[in-house]
């Protein structure tokens, strides 16, 4: 099930492609994850889709500067909203098929929820949350459902762009010299599901070694 607020077109090249390589394994569904309403109809058409939910990826999420001074309560609904409060609704709305499955919540979540990210306060905050959030949920939905989160590094440069040595700065912190790719974190994201069946409530950095660096 690929969820999707507005990129209607990107999502459908994504599941036909998905599709070509397994048929029938992907469909699309669309959803304003601020709104609750919305939120919960996920669950049940992945479940009306494919017949159980077996594993749930909070990976939605916002991402930008707010320097203190200039936060308004907007951006704060926001980052917060998609960050924090999404996941949390998600996994409640989801709950019950992942229990008769047996399943797995991974949520996406950040180095810099563990130390902050400057003039990023309020996206640092609700990182920071989550991965509360994370560990509060393997301890709420055990035996019969683990919660784990993949804490990513310089893996994505934003997509409005970000200065080419403010990048190499960030990448030269990492103990192994260079940036990550998606295919690092959906490694591990694969690894939860398949090769972690006695590991819940855990935050796995995937930063190449800037954690150990700070």
Known sequence: MLHYRSSADSAQVLAHELNAIRAESAVVHEADLLDLAQLQSLPAAATSAFGSLDILVNNASTFYPTPLGDITEIDWNDLLGTNLKAPLFLAQAAQTPLRISNGLIVNIADIHGLRP?????????????????????????????????????????????????????IVDKTALKRPGSPQDVARVVLFFATEAPYVTGQILAVDGGRSVGW
């Not at 990182?127 to 509060?136: E, N, R, W």
């Not at 919660?147 to 934003?158: C, I, T």
């Open 117 to 169: 990210l400057g003039r990023h306060i309020v996206y640092s905050i609700a990182k920071a949350g989550l991965i509360m959030l994370t560990k509060s949920l393997a301890r709420e939905l055990g035996p019969t459902i683990r919660v784990n989160a993949v804490a990513p590094g310089p893996v994505m440069w934003p997509e409005d762009g970000m200065d080419r040595l403010l990048q190499e700065k």
